[in-house]
T-cell receptor
Framework: AQSVTQLGSHVSVSEGALVLLRCNYS??????LFWYVQYPNQGLQLLLK??????LVKGINGFEAEFKKSETSFHLTKPSAHMSDAAEYFC?????????????FGKGTKLSVKP | DADVTQTPRNRITKTGKRIMLECSQT?????MYWYRQDPGLGLRLIYY???????NKGEISDGYSVSRQAQAKFSLSLESAIPNQTALYFC?????????????FGPGTRLLVL
């Protein structure tokens, strides 16, 4: 069965600093991996996703993530944090064992950005 | 206009009451989902529907029921609300292209059960 672990429920960075949000997955088959972002009082929206091909995936708002099979990781990064990046971020893996299209979410990491 | 809408956005109810949360979408997607979000627990799947005649239980379906009235509408009911059903509820939709499909979320319904 697939699963996702996000390390750190809360990450705080200064404006302009590197953002690194960690995600490790467990999957018995090649995974499809996603990062979603939830801004305050809003629903989730897709930041980026890895399906096949290039292991470095670029998303919206300057975020990117690298799929590392050997480390079973899909960490999310952004070189320079903005105040507007403050949100909760969810890593997810596609659920093969259940029904197609279902996503298994991590517990989320809340990002705070200090001025 | 938003592609996925949820009504109401906020609801306060009392223990034992029956309530319905509604979801509508204009994306033309066949697949629809209901999740609940609790602090520190992420999102957990309650029910999902792959088309109007196909409804399936998710991880935490006890105490909930659903109705898929049309391709565009998917309702979640709490037959007899209890306080531990206090949570943020999200509806989502997706196009059936396999495991790499993206889900599109509504803005959420915040439910408080007293």
């Amino acid at each position: 069965a697939q699963s996702v672990t996000q390390l750190g429920s809360h990450v705080s960075v200064s404006e302009g600093a590197l953002v690194l949000l960690r995600c490790n997955y467990s999957s018995s088959v090649p995974p499809y991996l996603f990062w979603y972002v939830q801004y305050p009082n809003q629903g989730l929206q897709l930041l980026l996703k890895y399906t096949t091909g290039a292991t470095l995936v670029k998303g919206i708002n300057g975020f990117e993530a690298e799929f590392k099979k050997s480390e079973t990781s899909f960490h999310l990064t952004k070189p320079s944090a903005h105040m507007s990046d403050a949100a909760e971020y969810f890593c997810a893996v596609s659920d093969y064992g259940g029904s197609q299209g279902n996503l298994i979410f991590g517990k989320g990491t809340k990002l705070s950005v200090k001025p | 206009d938003a592609d996925v809408t949820q009504t109401p956005r906020n609801r306060i109810t009392k223990t034992g009451k029956r309530i319905m949360l509604e979801c509508s979408q204009t994306k033309g997607h066949d697949r629809m989902y209901w999740y609940r979000q609790d602090p520190g627990l992420g999102l957990r799947l309650i029910y999902y529907s792959f088309d109007v005649k196909d409804i399936n239980k998710g991880e935490i379906s006890d105490g909930y029921s659903v109705s898929r009235q049309a391709q565009a509408k998917f309702s979640l009911s709490l037959e007899s609300a209890i306080p531990n059903q206090t949570a943020l509820y999200f509806c989502a939709t997706s196009d059936p292209v396999g495991p790499k499909e993206t889900q599109y979320f509504g803005p959420g319904t915040r439910l408080l059960v007293l």
